[in-house]
């Protein structure tokens, strides 16, 4: 805790430019870089943390819990993939935890304003501020260590409360508030206008005709469609999301599926919830605003993790209830999502596993007999919500060759891609390698022991960041959506045996 | 006696030595976590290091060529390439193999006298790092073109788009 943090290269996300925070009316727009000395904070910067602290102490039952109740047993300490990819101690979740903990026992508990440094206690200073700010930045609120923590603290908690806190003073990465800015203003992560959203899309249905020969003509902010089809913006956009993106609009038009696309509530995802709170709040009203706008019954979700995190825990409190919206019954299978029951969303795996329970898709999984496959737990899926089967469900029905990765590093206890929350930029690539190298170790393992050659996975963010992950750690192994397995395997109507 | 049967003799100290000399370069609440957690899913880095330095340790014996041990120092440097480490940090854990053998085998070497095949070996061990920088340089190289291939693939689609990418044609 005595050692003072230091900034080094590859380990840490620019600054917010001030402009990001302008157009969304956070605080301390400034040019600013993590590397400066003077980080032009307000003079009442302390003041303003212990505020923000002693407010979020009332407001949030669970982070004033876990400030007061860790006993150090140390269950945690080797679980992130922070601290065994990096070796970094500040990285065992305990630690840094402890880096607030000993900040709220000086200010908040009595042991602490009476016996200070013999209580684990530590004055707020601009070092110490400095230290969260790098720490905080290098967890991805996986949860993966409150899996083992025998009070089940949730580090991810503490890390979202910390995020909070740097943007009550302007100290967002760059690489958060730029998409918080772009989906507040348009809709999604990365600025598409309607017309590049529905164009990027058109450039899709062209290369499906090009291998299927079959004509695809979804509709976008078609008002009265059954269903609103909400999906990552980086299934629009960057490779092998777009694969993913080719295998839902396959899938939709076989099935002839009465849903619409929308060019304003085009982003699943949500870097408000790597922001605040109530910025999370702000940029997920978008759709359910434009499920009321377009009078759909239900709506259905790609594949996303942190997307889902937000839908499944929040969306409901935070913006619901959408009583305008209907119970979602899928319209082929008459299967009644209960679990939706109160957001109204459903994820698409939970979706399309249901159409293959019923035998409504035709198959072919030999033609993805190139690929031998493993399956990625999304951390948001996997531990946020019990996405587990369905996914290795589709693979196994779309795929003859599936491996799974040793027990210890899925399900519930997989490790993270080492990129979520925002941390998915270019200039800290060496920390990201690090973080994933756990990851990357269990496929390497299924790699050399079964050929492996394709990590699946259900999530825009692992989508775009595995592969780089891959290439560094496991090459020769690609990424790919479940979805894109499943559109190689898809039998369409009227073009049985196009693609044998 | 030979060094190489010396070598051989110890091999199961030395490697122990080799490697907890190795993991001292992490902090010590690190250290003793990489050192003690056998499993491999758990520990990759101590699994990588443990596997790494044993396949260049029998390697050294063998007398093989770099293309055999490159791997084995490939799989080490790779992990040590984006961790908290400086370049000579690094790749400099393979000198401490030749700490390591001089003070297990010190009193050995003395009585056999084996001088001129220690020299021999050190010099191979010599080479194991002139081969690391370029393993080094190759992993620091790749994590930059890791920069560069992601911004160029958040853009591929929009170029494409635009028709300002061109595909080379199969003859």
């Known amino acids: ?500 | 006696m030979e060094l190489k049967s010396l070598l051989t003799e110890k091999r199961a100290t030395i490697l122990k030595k080799w490697f907890d000399l190795i993991l001292d370069t992490y902090p010590s609440d690190t250290s003793s976590f990489l050192k003690k957690q056998k499993n491999q899913f758990a520990n990759p880095v101590g699994h990588t290091i443990s596997e790494g330095i044993e396949g260049l340790f029998d390697g050294l014996l063998e007398e093989a060529d770099s293309d055999k041990v490159s791997p084995f120092l490939d799989s080490i440097i790779r992990v040590r390439a984006i961790q908290d480490f400086t370049p000579s940090e690094a790749i400099g854990f393979i000198f401490l193999l030749k700490k390591v053998i001089r003070e297990s085998l010190q009193k050995e070497i003395r009585e056999h006298q084996t001088y001129d095949e220690l020299l021999r070996l050190e010099s191979r061990i010599d080479d194991l790092v002139s081969i690391s920088f370029d393993v080094y340089m190759k992993c620091r190289e790749q994590v930059y073109e890791l920069k560069a291939n992601e911004v160029k693939k958040m853009t591929f689609r929009l170029l494409q788009r635009a028709n300002l990418v061109k595909e080379i044609q199969e003859d």
């Open chain 1, 1 to 500: 805790m005595e050692v003072p943090v230091e900034f080094k290269p590859g380990t840490f996300c620019y600054g917010t430019r001030p402009k990001y925070l302008e157009e969304v009316g956070l605080p301390n727009p400034r040019e600013w870089s993590p590397l400066d000395e003077d980080w032009k904070l307000p003079a009442d910067w302390k003041d303003t943390v212990l505020a923000g602290i002693g407010e979020r102490l009332k407001k949030n039952r669970a982070f004033h819990l876990f400030m007061d109740i860790c006993v150090r047993c140390g269950a945690c300490a080797d679980k992130c993939h922070f601290f065994i990819g990096s070796g970094d101690p500040k990285n065992m979740p305990v630690l840094r935890a402890e880096l607030m903990r000993s900040v709220y026992r000086k200010y908040f508990s009595t042991g602490g304003k009476l016996f200070g440094n013999l209580a684990g206690a530590r004055e707020l200073t601009f070092e110490v501020f400095k230290e969260w700010w790098y720490y905080f930045y290098q967890c991805t609120e996986c949860r993966r260590c409150s899996v083992f923590c025998p009070y089940g603290i949730d580090t991810a908690e503490i890390t979202m409360m910390a995020r909070e806190l740097f943007n009550l003073l302007g100290c967002n990465t760059d690489w958060i508030a730029g998409p918080v800015a772009n989906c507040y203003r348009k809709g999604n992560h990365l600025g598409l206008e309607p017309h590049t959203i529905t164009s990027n899309i058109e450039f899709m249905l062209d290369d499906i005709e090009e291998i299927t020969g079959i004509k695809i003509e979804p509709t976008f902010n078609r008002k009265g469609a059954e269903i609103l089809f909400v999906t990552p913006s980086g299934d629009l956009f960057g490779d092998p999301g777009t694969y993913t993106c080719m295998g839902y609009l396959m899938l939709f038009h076989e099935l002839g599926l009465d849903y619409t696309w929308s060019t304003y509530a085009s982003e699943g995802g949500n870097f408000g919830f790597f922001t605040s709170m109530e910025m999370a709040k702000r940029l997920n009203y978008k759709i359910y605003a434009e499920a009321k706008r377009l009078g759909v019954k239900w709506i259905l979700g790609g594949e996303c993790g942190h997307m889902w995190r937000v839908v499944h825990q929040y969306m409901d409190t935070w913006n619901g209830p959408a009583d305008f919206l209907e119970e979602p019954v899928s319209p082929i299978t008459g299967t009644k999502f209960e679990n939706a029951k109160t957001t109204k969303m459903v994820h698409i795996a939970e979706f399309t596993a249901d159409l293959i329970k019923h035998g409504k898709l035709k198959l072919d999984p030999s033609r993805n007999d190139h690929l031998k496959v493993t399956y990625h737990d999304s951390c948001n899926t996997s531990r946020g919500m019990g996405i587990l089967e369905e996914p290795r469900y589709i693979i196994n029905n779309s795929c003859n060759n599936f491996h799974e990765m040793h027990e210890d590093t899925i399900r519930e206890k997989t490790f993270c891609c080492g990129s979520g929350t925002g941390l998915n930029a270019g200039e800290n690539m060496e920390l990201r390698m690090r973080g994933g190298l756990p990851r990357a170790n269990a496929v390497k393992h299924v790699r050399d022991k079964h050929g492996v050659n394709m990590l699946a996975n259900i999530c825009a963010i692992d989508r775009a960041t595995l592969s780089a992950l891959m290439q560094y750690w496991v090459p020769d192994v690609e990424v790919s959506g479940v979805h894109e397995l499943l559109g190689n395997a898809l039998v369409m109507t009227g073009r049985e045996g196009e693609r044998d």
